[in-house]
């Protein structure tokens, strides 16, 4: 009887411990500021030839009235060559109005090492220029960002790796881009627990030389299955002139990212590994 009992007592302790495991945090992006882990800017499948310097101001309507601004900063630094870029950026400010009042502050530190797998131009034969460009990603959320208390950002880290692919054809003085990827992402959220999502994202690019259109749909599928599945459409428009590339991009959250985003950016172009 006492060890019928007993295993009785372990079955429902392992019971409860299942659903305290299976049962959602709510630390996911439709319940926290646009800047707490948003839908990423994906890779083309081409690492940066340059160094680029990239400054931006954001402002996001929430679909709650709240309404957010923030000062973006974003640099890729080419390591040396070509095929391998660390790539650095991170809101730097913030400044929001939501239900419970007003405030601010600093976001998080995004670190990425992007490297060159596949590109055609190592291949000198008629046939490259049918095989595509593959860049692997491997990035890394500090935990900068604070003020978790009034539902600004997760104050936990996390990391991520994708893999992009684009292929490029050109028509006339007209260069189409079609691109895809794929990847992995996790985050801490509460009790020691981590939440574990699977990125994907699809992008149309259509460029002339001094100018540019692009249009991407992607996002990430959290375990959770409570606001954690975000998913955007971005589109930007860009120029090309010298280096400089001002540009203009609109961001509609079409699922567990309920935010407008509006950014106007400028970016400036160095050739470094020349000089």
């Known amino acids: 009887m006492s060890r019928t009992l007993g295993c009785i007592i372990v079955l429902l302790l392992a019971c409860g411990q299942w659903v305290h495991a299976s049962t959602p945090t709510g630390v996911a992006p439709k319940f926290f500021g646009p800047n707490a882990l948003p839908v990423q800017d994906m890779n083309d499948g081409r690492t940066y030839d340059k160094l680029r310097v990239e400054l931006a101001a954001d402002a996001y309507f929430g679909y709650d009235k709240s309404l957010t601004a923030d000062l973006l900063a974003r640099v890729h630094v080419?390591?040396?060559?070509?095929?391998?870029?660390?790539?650095?950026?991170?809101?730097?400010?913030?400044?929001?109005?939501?239900?419970?009042?007003?405030?601010?502050?600093?976001?998080d530190v995004y670190l990425t090492t992007d490297v060159q797998v596949l590109h055609n131009s190592w291949f000198?034969?008629?046939?490259?220029?049918?095989?595509?460009?593959?860049?692997i990603r491997l990035g890394l959320k500090t935990a900068s960002g604070g003020q978790y208390e009034r539902l600004r950002h997760f104050d936990a880290p996390g990391y991520f790796f994708d893999a992009s692919i684009g292929q490029s054809f050109i028509i006339g003085a007209i260069e189409?881009?079609?691109?895809?990827?794929?990847?992995?992402?996790?985050?801490?959220?509460?009790?020691?627990?981590?939440?574990?999502?699977?990125m994907y994202g699809l992008q149309a690019q259509i460029k002339h030389q001094y100018i540019s259109l692009q249009a991407t749909w992607g996002g990430y599928v959290g375990w959770e299955n409570y606001g954690d599945r975000p998913m955007s459409l971005k589109v930007r428009a860009a120029g090309h002139i010298q280096g400089f590339e001002p540009y203009v991009q609109y961001q509609w959250g079409i699922k567990d990212y309920p935010y407008h985003q509006l950014r106007v950016g400028l970016a400036y172009n160095i050739d470094v590994l020349k000089k």
């Open 78 to 107: 080419p390591l040396f060559t070509r095929w391998a870029n660390l790539s650095v950026w991170m809101p730097v400010y913030e400044w929001y109005s939501q239900y419970d009042g007003k405030g601010g502050g600093a976001g």
């Open 124 to 135: 000198k034969t008629e046939q490259a220029k049918y095989i595509p460009q593959i860049v």
């Open 176 to 198: 189409l881009r079609l691109a895809g990827s794929t990847g992995f992402l996790c985050w801490q959220t509460a009790d020691a627990r981590q939440n574990d999502a699977v």
